[in-house]
């Protein structure tokens, strides 16, 4: 995590109340722009990231030199073609690359945040983002579209900001944290705490950070986002350089080896503590109880246009969630379209080369510009 | 755009909310948006028609009649469409309670089972009728609950809907039918379409 100084931020001077009570100002929200806004400032596109992404939606990320997250979907002649959309992207408050978040160095202390950043939530990161659109002086956005931790921001952007878009697309989310989703979250932030260099969050003063705890939590997610068969298909019982079982602890198997891979390579690109504040806004996140149980409510003041997308073997956030969605928009008269992918790559779809999600955004996206 | 589609436009009125419950590729709700000013909404079974449907930006959700039409709010539009569809259902008579619930109107088309040339293919050929409306065998054919034009006239004044207008279409001739010439109009249309209301 280097090249930090050289991301675009903001300072966002206005007091922002967070939902913990707190109040925030002059923090800094680091973000990335692709394609040109245009002068009438209606091609523009605010992408949220999940969890573990960042403001680099595409071309190559210059913290890891490889491609951004959602580089098949957004890019130049890419389903969202930023020869005509202008995309935007800002690192969630309480990420690690850049924007206000536990490695924000305290200006009284001289020390990082760490554990004394507070708690932040869904509603906080989007009434954050909020100001970047009112930097770029855009009135209406031509849409707000994530995946996962994304598409819980577009939901709750939409409900705070009802006037600020003309589409919406949340793709395999949810509009309230499961028990199952939060027992997850929790199994990554143990395994993080259980790390000794954690050392209660202060370990950004020394040379050791969790990596262990990190790279587990990591593991363990990462099996929820790929499904069984996608699993099966891709690595079955194969053994990993060797002809037979070593009677040991060592990864035998591809599947413990790609696991480890990807465990290590991700210590190095985020924090442990941004990883403990963001699944813990995503555990918060409840928007029906925000709309005292009625989910419709959120959306009773949209004149957006809806379209959900979730993914056949999609467990983590499965259709069913995603369709309460679209029940409470229906319920709200609200103007929405809906459909479920045929995938075998599991939550992970909104992020990988499937081309019948690929097109439906395309043509929700080109054949709205035109009408709208 | 195919007569029956011609006519059910022609049924509904300018500005109006609807949902075209099985709407297909989406040709029906391009034209009534175009056409009429319609606020229309779709439901769909095929994945691939929903594709089409949203590349032409129309917002249609994937779906099954029988198990997502609850979704939709009491009178929250002033007409459903189920074109040739409701004898594809398990419960056809729970599909039409639905309609009505969600819809003030329903506009529904059936294929007519009593037109002669299916009575015929019955009588005299002694297997299940094949035909422009009828394309399938009976062992992949999704049709369930067949049924005629004077059956559906009964199922109305049984369940207290109301039929405000029945029409018969017959390759491109359309004509009304009311109880004195229904019996004619059972044996001689291809296709009935309904104006329905609960009463």
């Known amino acids: 995590m280097n090249n930090l100084d050289k991301v675009k931020k903001i300072v966002i001077e206005k007091p922002l109340k967070l939902d913990c009570g707190k109040t925030i100002s002059n923090f800094p929200l680091a973000y990335e722009t692709y394609g040109k806004l245009n002068e009438k400032k209606d091609n523009a596109i605010l992408a949220f990231h999940a969890l573990t992404g960042d403001q680099f939606v595409t071309g190559i990320n210059p913290i890891t030199n490889k491609n951004g997250w959602w580089s098949y979907l957004v ?53 954050a983002q909020i100001n970047l659109i009112d930097f770029f002086k855009i009135d209406k956005l031509f849409s707000v579209m994530g995946g996962s931790m994304g598409g819980m ?6 409900a705070n900001f009802p006037n600020r878009t003309k589409t919406a697309i949340p793709i395999a989310c949810t509009a309230s944290h499961s028990a199952q989703n939060i027992a997850l979250n929790e199994l990554g932030r143990q395994a993080i705490m259980a790390d000794v260099n954690w050392n209660k969050g202060d370990y950004l003063n020394s040379e050791c ?48 080896s790609y696991l480890r891979h990807q465990g290590s390579v991700f210590v190095d690109r985020f924090d442990a503590n941004s990883y403990l ?7 918060y996140f409840d928007l029906v109880k925000q709309y005292n149980g009625n989910l419709s409510n959120a959306f009773k003041e949209s004149k957006a246009k809806f379209f959900i997308i979730s993914f056949t073997s999609d467990w983590l956030y499965p259709t069913s969630e995603n369709k309460e969605i679209v029940i409470a928009l229906n319920a709200a008269g609200a103007n929405v379209g809906f459909i479920e992918i045929n995938s075998d790559k599991g939550h992970d779809s909104f992020l990988l080369d499937v081309p019948e999600f690929l097109k439906s955004i395309k043509n929700f996206l080109d054949a709205n510009y035109k009408i709208l | 755009m195919k007569k029956e589609f011609q006519i059910i436009s022609d049924l509904i009125k300018n500005d109006t909310r609807v949902l075209d419950v099985g709407c297909g590729d989406g040709i029906l709700m391009k034209h009534l948006k175009e056409n009429k000013n319609v606020d229309s909404r779709g439901l769909e079974i095929s994945k691939e028609n929903v594709q089409i449907c949203i590349s032409k930006g129309l ?16 009178l929250s539009f002033e007409y459903a469409i189920l074109g040739q569809t409701l004898q594809a259902f398990y419960n056809p008579e729970k599909v039409i309670d639905d309609l009505l619930r969600v819809s003030k109107k329903a506009i529904i088309t059936i294929p007519n089972f009593g037109y002669w040339k299916i009575r015929i293919h019955l009588l005299l050929k002694g297997t299940m009728p ?11 054919t999704p049709n369930l609950h067949m049924c005629t034009i004077k059956d559906f006239f009964n199922f109305c004044s049984k369940k207290n809907i109301n039929l405000f207008r029945s029409i018969a279409l017959h390759e491109e001739n359309v004509s009304e039918i009311n109880n004195k010439n229904l019996s004619f109009k059972n044996l001689f249309s291809e296709l009935g379409i309904f104006l329905v209301e609960k009463k």
Request: proline share 6%; hydrophobic share 35%.
């Open chain 2, 59 to 74: 917002s249609v959700i994937e779906g099954d009649a029988e198990s997502d039409l609850k979704q939709f709010p009491d």
């Open chain 1, 277 to 283: 504040y963001i699944t813990r806004a995503m555990d």
């Open chain 1, 153 to 158: 921001q577009v939901l709750q952007f939409v």
């Open chain 1, 209 to 256: 950070s969790p990596d262990k705890g990190l790279s587990v939590a990591r593991m363990a997610a990462h099996i929820t986002y790929l499904s069984k068969k996608g699993l099966q298909e891709k690595f079955g019982r194969k053994l990993q350089e060797r002809d037979d079982l070593k009677f040991s602890f060592d990864a035998d198997f591809q599947i413990e």
């Open chain 2, 130 to 140: 094949v035909n422009k409306h009828l394309p399938n065998e009976w062992y992949n």
């Open chain 1, 75 to 127: 890019g130049p002649d890419k389903p969202v073609d930023t020869n005509k959309f202008f995309v935007i992207c800002a690192n969630v408050i309480g990420g690690c690359i850049g924007s206000y978040g536990p490695n924000t160095i305290d200006p009284i202390t001289k020390k990082k945040l760490a554990t004394n950043f507070p708690v932040i939530t869904i509603n906080d990161m989007v009434n």
